[in-house]
């Protein structure tokens, strides 16, 4: 028994000494492993800190964890890499090296991220510019942030970032701010994208706004933001005694808030609108957007003044009625017309006289409406009797009301408005009182612009009228006062005048003229007065076979280099035109004469000759005969100075 009892204790007996060891290694470990681990962090910061080249931030991050290193980050190269490594496997006192260092390469496309993970902290990955260290750019991305906000930056060092990343990467995180958590900005090159939910309606107003000008050197992308969820979803439209409509509260979506302002846009009727919604989730499901807008708006144009108001899943009407008619349909509607899920709430409603009576006609390529008010159902029989034989094609649509208040001379107003709207391919009538406003499209310039200057004067006594008639294809012509203008700057520097004897077109005459027949098409009212000029007294005749005679092919005289080549020029600028230049072609060569040497006197009537020759230039350059013509005073106007040209009544 003693002896297998010794066998035993020689056998476990170093399991006695477990205790002892433990307990020296409870003691050592904690007093070796601090010092030890602060000299593994020392040395290895300055192999850090070797990373760096001049004016960036060290590449290489590297922590001490007891006795083991954990590193990461991207060499610019692979021989930086491995040298840094095996430099940090040489650390007196090194277990092991955790992590991996990658190198630095070219993104394409460059891709950087940034995702609010919690109400206080912001992930960024994908790539960050090799060129702005993390230090860096978390010290360009800190006034962007929300106050207490934390940096988790997981990004790779990558060529290939567009120049203005650091200012695109702060904007981004700035529009993290009015988004819930989960929400992303994303940089893809030169791209900003923005995904999430709104915390508040103010914050997606204003996350709009900023993201209305991307930043310098990026477009948009996608932008999805979701509305933000609220409590008390409410709406409302309101409309001014002149007929402006305000909308307020929420709206589902940014779709829903076009439609609305369109359709609101035409029951102004041009008194305008103004946009105080924002768009909200909240909504009951049970109520369909479309139809609860398109509900409001039937409503709000009963109104003259006044205001449809939805809150708390009911609707209620206050104001003044647009007639008498109006208070029983809005009745009617808030009793039988309401979308599923309305409620009917409170409606105060009164009567006035309308202000401004107000009726409209419109024509369309297959219709012809009749809107507005009219006093009476007789009235509104003769109008119609009055649209039916002249718009036989088009299709008669009433949408007319009646009520008080019409002004006098309304039934004579329309039926001139309708005989005029009926000669127009398309055009609209408004009155308001008696005022009539008349616009639309004509075929002809002719017939617009007698419109534009008889309706006002084929009006009853008392009635203001005005009309603008464009023809499609025309421009409009400038006024009166810009074609002076106009003419006065064609002013060719200098008196242009005739050869001596001649009433022929030279060269020189071409580019004003040119310049007369184009100002003339653009001032289309406008009239010339044309001019002609006598020759200086003494004044040698031109050669008569010279200048108004055909050259002769077979003539074996040359004429002198620089005569023929400024005769080409002539003849290549301009062929003579007129009476003149026939003749000039035509008239045979006179018999020497033995008073050839002496100058003899221009005929009297030459400057109406060359006045003439102008205006058949003119006439074939495209004026009409009542636009152009000579003037019978040229000889006492202009004796020498040259031709002349004039604006005539």
Known sequence: MSASLSALIRRTGWLVGLPGVAVILGVAVPLVTPPLEARLDAEAAAIVRETARAGTEPWLRATARGRDLVVFGEAPDAVSRDTTLARLAALPGLRRIEGSLGLVETAAPFVWTATRTGPDRI???????????????????????????????????????????????AEAISALKALQPGARAELSDTRLSVRGEAISTEDEARLRSSLATPPTGFTLGTIEILPANVPDFAFGLARAPGGAI??????????????????????????????ETRTARGLDPAIDPAGFAAFALRLVALLQEGGVAFARGAVSVTGVALDGQAVEEIAALLRDGRPSGVAAGPVRLETRPLKPYRVQLR????????????????????????????????????RSRLADGAPEGLTGALDQGIATLAVLARGEIRIADRALTLTGDSLYAESARRIESDLPRALPAGWQGSAAIAVPGVG????????????????????????????????????????????????????????GHTDPAGAPPAPKPAVETAVDSTASVE???????????????????????KAATKTPPEKPSAKADIPSEPEPDLPRQRALALVEYLLQAGLPPDRVAADPAAQSRLPAEGIGLALRP
């Open 476 to 531: 409009t012509a400038p006024d009166t006062k810009a074609c002076a203008t106009r003419f006065t700057a064609l002013d060719p520097g200098r008196a242009l005048t005739f050869v001596p004897g001649s009433a022929i077109l030279t060269a020189a005459f071409y580019p004003l003229l040119d310049s007369v027949a184009a100002w003339a098409k653009a001032c289309p009212t406008g009239r010339i007065a044309v001019t």
């Open 123 to 169: 992930a960024l990955t994908g790539n960050r510019p090799a060129e702005i260290g993390p230090l860096a750019l978390a010290d360009r991305l800190t006034p962007s942030l929300a106050p207490c906000t934390r940096l988790d930056d997981d990004a790779r060092a990558a060529y290939g970032a567009p120049a203005e990343f650091a200012q695109a990467a």
């Open 246 to 275: 305000t909308l307020t509260g929420h709206v589902v979506s940014e779709a829903a808030r076009a439609s609305l302002r369109a359709r609101a846009t035409e029951i102004a009727e041009g008194a305008g609108i103004l946009d």
């Open 559 to 581: 004429p002198p280099k620089d005569a023929k080549a400024t005769a080409k020029a002539d003849t290549k600028a301009k062929p003579a035109t007129g009476a003149s230049a």
């Open 363 to 398: 024509r369309e390529a297959d219709s012809v409406t009749l809107g507005g008010h009219l006093p009476d159902a007789a009235t509104r029989e003769r109008i119609l009797a009055a649209l039916r034989p002249k718009f036989f094609r088009e299709r008669i649509v009433d």
